[in-house]
């Protein structure tokens, strides 16, 4: 079992940076595949990124792609989110999740979610 918990969210304004930290705590964090998820009000909810269970393997939405980088530290038990070249679109609450797998697929079954960050980005 996982238990997850995101931070690093706040409010930056458009062209800013911000970086998103995924902390688990559990016995088989790097056994799983990572990602990332945000939800603006009146939005479904929106796959942002996930990684391999070594972060060998890459996924990134065309929406963020070249401009957010997912990576792990399998010793720190934290998923990242580097967020650069912020936009407002971007704004909503950002959660992490774990897959019931070692490598990400559409339609992957999903292990434990994180409460969620809120990022704020003004224009």
């Known amino acids: 079992q996982v238990q997850l918990v995101e931070s690093g969210g706040g409010l930056v304004q458009a062209g800013g940076s911000l970086r998103l930290a995924c902390v688990a705590s559990?016995?088989?964090?790097?056994?799983?595949?990572m990602g990332w998820f945000r939800q603006a009000p009146g939005k479904e909810r929106e796959f942002v990124s996930a990684l391999s269970w070594n972060g060998g393997h890459l996924y990134y939405a065309d929406s963020v792609k070249g401009r957010f980088t997912i990576s792990r530290d399998n010793a720190k038990n934290t998923m990242y989110l580097q967020m650069n070249m912020l936009k407002p679109e971007d704004t909503g609450v950002y959660l992490c999740?774990?897959?019931?797998?070692?490598?990400?697929?559409?339609?992957?079954?999903?292990?434990?979610w994180g409460q969620g960050t809120q990022v704020t980005v003004t224009s």
């Open positions: 999740c774990s897959y019931r797998s070692s490598y990400y697929y559409v339609g992957a079954d999903y292990g434990s």
């Open positions: 559990g016995r088989t964090f790097s056994n799983y595949a």
